[in-house]
Structures are given as C-alpha cells and as structure tokens.
C-alpha cells in the first residue's frame, strides 16, 4: 500500500517537473520575441526620417535562433502620425511570438 502512494506521488513530481520545464520554454520564447520587436522598434523611433506606409520584413537572430518579423506601418486618423505594428514569428511555429504596436509623429 505504501509503495503505491510513493508511486503515485513520485508521478504527480516527475508530471510537475515537465510542466516546468514547458513553461520556461514558452517564457524564454516570449523574451526573445520581446527583444526582437524591441530592437525593431528602437530603429524605426531612432530613424532620421519615418518608415514608409506598407509592409516590411526580416529576420534577426537572438538566442541561437533566427526569428522573422515583420513591420507593418500605416497612417492614423491625425496626418502627422504613423501607427506601426511589429510581429515577431516563433521559429518554432507560425505563430506569433511577440506583437508591438507604437506610434511616431512625422515631425
């Protein structure tokens, strides 16, 4: 009897552990992305001139890993600013990993 109890409990440990060790990989991913679309970010607010309206993409490396995102840039309800949506890919899956969305005046 004891050694049933023992080994239910040493399970429940052993499926705790990888549940862990899965979230972990889900948070190093989210970081990572975050740092991407950051680091995107910084270049398109630090730029001399604002992005152009439209689409653009890439791919960066981080953690051992090359990420795709992609820039999305568009015009507001105020002419003198952008709306500028950045999405970071898990290189794992098509999903995205990272989403940031920031605004720059023209001015």
Known sequence: MALTVFSLAAMALINLSGENTRAAGRIETKALAAV???????EVM?????????????????????????????P???PDILRIDIVVLDP????????????????
């Open 76 to 78: 507001t309800a105020d």
């Open 92 to 107: 794992a899956s098509p999903r995205p990993a990272g989403v940031l969305t920031l605004f720059r005046s023209l001015r």
């Open 46 to 74: 630090t730029g001399a001139r604002p992005p152009a309206i439209g689409v653009t993409g890439g791919a960066e490396q981080a953690g051992l890993r090359t990420w795709r995102w992609s820039r999305t840039v568009t």
């Open 36 to 42: 991407v679309a950051e680091n995107r970010a910084v």
